[in-house]
């Protein structure tokens, strides 16, 4: 094999080189809620029918290379001013990464990679009994010095019928909104939806850990009108996000945080948060979900 081999014990298949043939897939979660994650950390996930309860945008037939429904920004400034930003999933920045491990379990995927003297590890599940994935994010700098490092979830929501998304390009947009909470201690809470359903039940996109800033339209995190590219997304350059709770268009869900001077063998670690339910589902499950217990 020239892209990995069989962990038995841990009844694991590991990816050693990520640029696989084709996507390896892994399925999360049950019937109820869940769907797939590929080794570069994208993800289709659904409620039930994935046809007419999709939450994630992921177009198999697009190149491996491109950002599909999820991933993780890390970045750091540089010399210069300016930031070297990268994924450690390796798409869709397409950095040649120090190191990078892709663990596939049973419901369960683990991506831990380094690059520029970080190491990110993130474990990918769905909790018995829930309605929303987890992404667990451990940092550590493996760098003889301090390094300020910020890391920027972000995921793309798709409409909820998932044939309407691909055919119907024009007025499906107009249907998208996101709308974000501020809580108490720096958190975010961003709630998505279709005109339709908003008052039925919604996708929310969340994390344990304070939010600088964040962003929901696809176009002003990407710059340049939206031909900005999800290899080098413009916004990224910018000291915050916009802020900006999107009315209509192609809409996402990212989130700036901001983890400081991180010393040298020191780690961070975050939770990320993406599910759907009514707005008490979500009240409750936000509490539960961004307890690392």
Avoid at 42 to 58: H, Q, S
């Amino acid at each position: 094999m020239d892209y990995g081999y069989f962990d038995n014990a841990n009844r694991e298949y590991v990816i050693t080189n990520p640029r696989t043939p084709a996507k390896w897939i892994n399925y999360v979660g049950t019937l109820a809620f869940g769907g797939l994650v590929d080794h570069t950390g994208g993800a289709l996930v659904c409620a039930e029918d994935p046809a007419l309860n999709r939450i994630l945008k992921y177009i198999p037939q697009m190149p491996d290379s491109d950002f599909k429904g999820e991933t993780l920004y890390l970045r750091i400034r540089r010399a210069d001013g300016a930031y070297k930003v990268f994924s450690p999933f390796f798409v869709p920045t397409l950095d040649d990464l120090d190191s990078y491990e892709c663990r596939v379990g049973l419901s369960y995927q683990k991506i831990t990679s380094s690059f520029q003297g970080i190491e990110t590890e993130v474990t990918i599940f769905v909790p018995p009994g829930e309605k929303a994935v987890v992404r667990a994010i451990r940092v550590t700098n493996k760098s003889g010095a301090a390094l300020d490092i910020d890391v920027i979830p972000v995921v793309e929501f798709s409409h909820f019928d998932a044939l309407k998304q691909i055919v119907n390009a024009d007025w499906v947009p107009q249907t998208m909104q996101v709308d974000a909470e501020h809580e108490a201690g720096g958190f975010v809470l961003l709630k998505q939806s279709a005109f339709m359903k908003r008052e039925l039940e919604r996708n929310y996109f969340t994390s344990n850990h304070p939010v600088d800033s964040f962003q929901t339209d696809r176009d002003v995190f990407l710059g340049s009108n939206g031909y900005g590219t999800w290899q080098a997304p413009q916004e990224l350059q910018n000291e915050q996000l916009s802020n900006y709770e999107a009315r209509r268009g192609n809409v996402i869900a990212a989130l700036q945080h901001r983890l400081d001077s991180v010393e040298p063998g020191e780690s961070r670690r975050l939770i990320t948060v993406l599910g759907r339910d009514n707005s008490a589902g979500i009240a409750a499950a936000v509490v539960r979900l961004r307890d690392e217990a």
